[in-house]
C-alpha cells in the first residue's frame, strides 16, 4: 500500500547534448564559459586513443591548455583521488572534464569534490552522513562518457575504494553533477566488444535493479523501463555489429539507467561489488554473470514486476523464468560468461564473498530482504 501523505523528492540531471559528433561542441562551450586551462581525467587505455588525441588537438586549436591525469586504477582507490587533486592545483587548472567509463567519471567527480574541501576525503562517505560536509564549490565540471554502462556521467556520486582494504566508499552531493555532458556515441565505436558487452550488461542491470527496487518513484519506473527496453533491442548488434544505431541506443540506456537508479539498486549489485574488490573483477562483468541468478532471486513475490519486464522484452511468455532465461541467452550472444568460476572465482571464495555481499550498500533497496545465507546460496548457484 502507498502512503500518497509522505512527501517524497525527485531529482533528475544536467544539460545533455547527445549525438554523433556532440564532443565537437566541447573547445567552444569552454571558451563561452572562460575556461582555458581543464584538467582531463581519464584512464590509461581511453588516453591512448585516437579520438582522445583529436579532443586534445581540438582544445589546442582553440588556445586551451589541458593537462592531461591519467594515473588510475581500473576500480578506483582514495590514492588516484589525491594525486588527481594535487596535479589540478599544482598546475593551476580551472575546471575538471571527465572522459571515459566508470572509474575516470569517478576519480574526476572526487577530485572536484576535494579541491575546495580539506577533510579527509572519506569523511565525505554519505553511508555515514558525510554529505553534510558538503558545503564549498566545486569547480567547473564536465563529463564525456566512451562507454555505455555506468552512466556515471549524470551521476552525482562517486565510488572510490579504501587504498588497502578496497572497502568502498561513496562520496554523494548534488553539487557532484556535471554542469553538462557531451555523450557522444561516436567515441564508443573504437571499444572492443568485451567493454561493449560488459558495459552494456552493467547498464541493463541499472535499469532492471531501478525498476524493482523499493519505493514509488513512477517516473524512474518509466525511465529504467524504457532503458530495459533499448538495451534489449540494440546490445547483440553494439557488440557483433556495432553501428551508429545499436551504440547510440546502448548510449542513452545507459544514462537513462543512471537517472533511475537514484530510487536504487538491489542484490545484484552487491553480489558484483565483492568480486571486484577481492577479484579486481571488471564492474560490468561481474554485473554480467551475476545478473540472472539475483533476478531469479527476486521473482517470488514480485510477478507482477517481473510481466512488465517481460513484455518490455517482448519475449513470448509474460514470466519471470522467461526474463532469467532471456538473460542467460542475451550473455551468450555478446560473449559474457554465465558462471563465476569462469571469471576466477573459487569455492574457497565463497565465504568471504558472502560475508562482503551482505555488507554491501546496494541490497537494502532490494525488493525483498537478503540474508548472509541467501548471498552464500547465491554465489554458489552461481559458481
Given at each position: ?6 512527501i ?9 547534448r ?19 586551462s ?20 581540438s ?30 592545483k ?39 552522513g ?64 568485451f ?40 546490445i547483440?548488434?553494439?557488440v557483433?555489429?556495432p ?24 542484490v ?6 565483492p568480486?571486484s ?15 540472472p541468478y ?13 510481466r ?5 522484452m ?24 554465465v ?30 530482504p ?14
Open positions: 500500500m502507498i502512503d500518497f501523505n509522505m517524497r523528492q525527485y531529482n533528475f540531471p544536467t544539460i545533455i547527445f549525438g554523433g559528433g556532440a564532443v565537437k561542441e566541447l573547445p567552444d562551450y569552454l571558451k563561452t564559459n572562460g575556461l582555458s581543464p584538467l582531463i581525467v581519464t584512464d590509461p587505455v581511453v588516453k591512448q586513443l585516437s579520438f582522445f588525441q583529436g579532443i586534445l588537438e582544445l589546442s586549436a582553440k588556445s586551451i591548455a589541458a593537462e592531461v591525469f591519467a594515473d588510475i586504477h581500473k576500480n578506483p582507490v582514495k590514492s588516484d583521488v589525491l594525486r588527481g587533486g594535487d596535479v589540478f599544482i598546475t593551476n587548472r580551472d575546471s575538471i572534464i571527465g572522459i571515459g567509463g566508470g572509474a575516470a567519471m569517478d576519480v574526476a567527480r572526487a577530485i572536484a569534490l576535494r579541491i575546495n574541501h580539506h577533510r579527509d576525503l572519506f569523511d565525505y562517505d554519505d553511508l555515514i558525510g554529505d553534510k560536509y558538503v558545503t564549498e564549490s566545486v569547480p567547473h565540471f564536465i563529463t564525456i562518457p566512451t562507454t555505455s554502462g555506468t552512466g556515471s556521467e549524470v551521476g552525482r556520486s562517486a565510488i572510490i575504494s579504501e587504498d588497502d582494504t578496497h572497502r568502498k566508499r561513496i562520496l554523494f552531493s548534488p553539487k557532484l553533477l556535471a554542469k553538462i555532458v557531451f555523450a557522444d556515441p561516436l567515441l564508443t565505436m573504437e571499444l572492443p566488444a567493454v561493449t558487452a560488459a558495459t552494456g550488461m552493467d547498464a541493463l542491470t541499472h535499469n532492471m535493479e531501478a525498476f524493482l527496487a523499493k519505493g514509488f518513484h513512477p517516473m524512474a519506473d518509466g525511465i529504467a523501463l524504457e532503458g530495459i527496453a533499448l538495451i534489449n533491442e540494440s547483440v548488434d553494439a557483433n555489429r553501428s551508429l544505431e545499436s551504440r547510440s541506443k546502448m548510449m542513452i540506456a545507459s544514462l537513462m539507467g543512471a537517472v533511475a537508479f537514484q530510487k536504487g539498486l538491489g545484484v549489485h552487491s553480489l558484483a561489488h568480486l574488490s577481492l577479484l579486481d573483477t571488471h564492474h560490468g562483468l561481474a554485473n554480467a554473470v551475476n545478473l539475483g533476478m531469479n532471486f527476486n521473482i517470488a513475490g514480485f510477478e507482477d514486476k517481473f512488465r519486464i517481460s513484455r518490455t517482448e519475449l513470448k511468455q509474460d514470466t519471470g523464468e522467461a526474463v532469467v532465461k532471456h538473460l542467460f541467452d542475451l550473455n551468450k550472444q555478446i560473449g559474457m560468461p558462471r563465476l568460476r569462469d571469471i576466477g572465482v573459487k569455492e574457497e571464495h565463497l565465504e568471504t564473498l558472502a560475508d562482503l555481499g551482505f555488507a554491501d550498500f546496494c541490497h537494502p533497496n532490494n525488493p525483498k537478503v540474508s548472509r545465507n541467501d548471498f552464500r546460496k547465491l554465489y554458489g548457484e552461481a559458481l
